[in-house]
């Protein structure tokens, strides 16, 4: 009896379990594509070009230096004043010369006395010779003399202009209109004929020394476009190589290019130091914009629109960069034209992430600049 009432509990309990199956469980939700914004990789004309340290030259340039030796007495100028063509710069003491002048004046009139004294004896020993009051040999004599002193009269003349040119030799005057350069020299000091007292600089018709490693000694030649940079890398001046040096600076190890600057810019002067930019080549190259960049650990990395198992889904492909112009990046290596690049909510997508996209139109500029050694 007790088992029947066991067994009769236990049924309705085994029933019970038996209806209680646990349910399947749901499946997940596909996840959705994100909306981006995409455009195509374009090439643009990219610039390949080095960067170096020219030296500004003027092609009218001289190093004033005394014809004579003395102390200064007058220094009229200073460091970059600009100067007219024949304007006094320095006086060296002229005193001792003007003093041999004054000699030589006297000497020259005291010889142009006697000179003046035998004009008028031959003329009246040539009256007495006519008149038959004198001999021959007296009237010689008289003309001799005459001769004789002006010879000495006229030299006596020669001796003074000669002394008067060196004495404008103790005024120092600009050659040429120009700018004034260092000056080491002070009042007082004794100057000789091998001392620098300055130099004007025409400025204008500058030129730019360039030295180039000898490395790219095949790269070099007549026309090769070079661009002249102020100190925030702005372009001053356009103009190309008109001079290639035959031979190799063997203390630089470079090759000397000249090329010339027209620029009237205050901000180029002779013995400047400035930044030039040798255009080597132009060829084609993917542009992209900046602000597709994406920077982790060091790595530059951006985001593609890529087709997988007939959907889009973002690819990340990390690239090599160079330099930047108009807001893109050169994109040296990473990408080929015509990958689809996506340009916006870059920050929220992961590699391998559905994608919806949606073109942005052309990319912004089209040329760029890129600087190597």
């Known amino acids: 009896m007790r088992r029947l009432i066991l067994l009769s509990l236990l049924i309705p309990g085994a029933a019970i379990f038996t209806g209680c199956k646990r349910p399947e469980a749901a499946k997940a939700p596909a996840m959705q594509a994100t909306p981006v914004q995409t455009q195509d990789v374009a090439l643009a004309p990219v610039e390949q070009s080095s960067d170096y340290i020219a030296t500004i030259k003027s092609r009218r340039s001289v190093t004033l230096m005394p014809q004579v030796d003395g102390n200064l007495t007058q220094i009229l100028v200073k460091s970059g004043d600009r100067v007219k063509a024949g304007q006094p710069i320095m006086t060296i003491d002229p005193l001792k ?77 600009a050659p040429f209109d120009g700018i004034i350069g260092d000056v080491p020299v002070h009042l007082g000091d004794y100057v000789t004929s ?11 018709d500058l030129e730019a020394y360039i030295y180039v490693p000898t490395e ?54 002779t013995a400047q130091l400035i930044k030039a930019r040798v255009v080597w080549t132009t060829a084609p190259q993917p542009v992209i914009p900046v602000l597709s960049v994406l920077r982790l650990g060091g790595q530059t990395f951006v985001y593609v629109a890529a087709t997988q198992n007939g959907k889009s889904v973002a690819s990340q492909r990390a690239v090599i960069l160079g330099g930047t112009i108009n807001n893109n990046y050169v994109v040296l290596s990473g990408l080929n034209a015509g990958d689809k690049l996506i340009v916006s909510g870059t920050q929220f997508l992961q590699d391998g992430m559905p994608v919806m996209p949606m073109s942005a139109g052309p990319p912004k500029g089209s040329a760029a600049s890129q600087s190597g050694q």
């Not at 091998?194 to 204008?204: G, P």
């Open 194 to 204: 091998a001392t620098a007292l300055t130099t004007v600089d025409e400025n204008r």
């Open 97 to 173: 010369q003007q003093a041999t002048v004054d000699a030589q004046r006297a000497t020259e009139n005291q010889k142009k006395a006697l000179y003046d004294y035998n004009v008028l004896e031959v003329s009246r020993q040539r009256k007495l010779f006519d008149a038959g009051v004198t001999s021959r040999d007296t009237l010689d004599q008289a003309e001799q003399s005459f001769q004789n002193t002006k010879a000495d009269w006229e030299a006596a003349v020669s001796s003074r202009k000669s002394l008067e040119e060196q004495l404008a030799y103790y005024r120092i005057k």
């Open 216 to 269: 790219r000694s095949s790269q070099v030649r007549m026309g090769l476009p070079v661009q002249i940079l102020d100190g925030d890398g702005k372009v001053i001046e356009k103009t190309s190589v008109d001079f290639l040096s035959p031979q190799i600076d063997t203390g630089l190890q470079g090759i000397l290019l000249k090329a010339s600057v027209h620029s009237t810019s205050v901000q180029l002067r």
